[in-house]
T-cell receptor, first 111, second 113 residues
Framework: QQPVQSPQAVILREGEDAVINCSSSKALYSVHWYRQKHGEAPVFLMILLKGGEQKGHDKISASFNEKKQQSSLYLTASQLSYSGTYFCGTEKGGSNYKLTFGKGTLLTVNP | GAGVSQSPSNKVTEKGKDVELRCDPISGHTALYWYRQSLGQGLEFLIYFQGNSAPDKSGLPSDRFSAERTGGSVSTLTIQRTQQEDSAVYLC???????????FGPGTRLLVL
């Protein structure tokens, strides 16, 4: 039931783009994206609800394809500050609320 | 408060002892979450509170773990008879409502010797 993230790691040069994928074998109600820098608490990026929506702020956006049970996080014109581990958390919906997280994608942006 | 606070920030205990971790959410936030992160690992969801109630406790790793929230504010996570595998960073987060932006506290680093 743990979502699968890909790639496991990616190295970019400043200004390059990246896509991180999150796939589940179960029907999803929502997908949550977080970024965590080493030694720090995770920072919430966005939630996407089923309905195929796309969200974004600054140069980070995400899409959610409920038919494919997949979400993708898009980072464009990457900045050094984007470095960190990105986690997706998935939730099936219903009256109970339980997030299951992927193992994370380590993103390194070099000058 | 200005942000989510957790106490203690660090806790070293001996195997078999009980520990209590505290989380003070942002004032007015109805939803509160507990997570665990072992060294080099991802986030493990433990439990979620909406107000004082926790609809689903199945995320708690074992019956040695319990959590409560009183007055719709402070929450405590209690681990009884701690084991070495309980060593991790325990993170608390709160949000104004469920499915809204979650704000994380700094975490409690627990080391069980």
């Amino acid at each position: 039931q743990q979502p699968v993230q890909s790639p496991q790691a990616v190295i970019l040069r400043e200004g390059e783009d990246a896509v991180i994928n999150c796939s589940s074998s179960k029907a999803l109600y929502s997908v949550h994206w977080y970024r965590q820098k080493h030694g720090e608490a995770p920072v919430f990026l966005m939630i996407l609800l089923k309905g195929g929506e796309q969200k974004g702020h600054d140069k980070i956006s995400a899409s959610f394809n409920e038919k494919k049970q997949q979400s993708s996080l898009y980072l464009t014109a990457s900045q050094l500050s984007y470095s960190g581990t990105y986690f997706c958390g998935t939730e099936k919906g219903g009256s109970n609320y339980k997030l299951t997280f992927g193992k994370g994608t380590l993103l390194t942006v070099n000058p | 408060g200005a942000g989510v606070s957790q106490s203690p920030s660090n806790k070293v205990t001996e195997k078999g002892k009980d520990v209590e971790l505290r989380c003070d959410p942002i004032s007015g936030h109805t939803a509160l979450y507990w997570y665990r992160q072992s060294l080099g690992q991802g986030l493990e969801f433990l439990i979620y509170f909406q107000g004082n109630s926790a609809p689903d406790k199945s995320g708690l790793p074992s019956d040695r773990f319990s959590a409560e929230r009183t007055g719709g504010s402070v929450s405590t996570l209690t681990i009884q008879r701690t084991q070495q595998e309980d060593s991790a960073v325990y993170l608390c987060a709160s949000s104004r409502e469920a499915l809204e932006t979650q704000y994380f506290g700094p975490g409690t680093r627990l080391l069980v010797l």
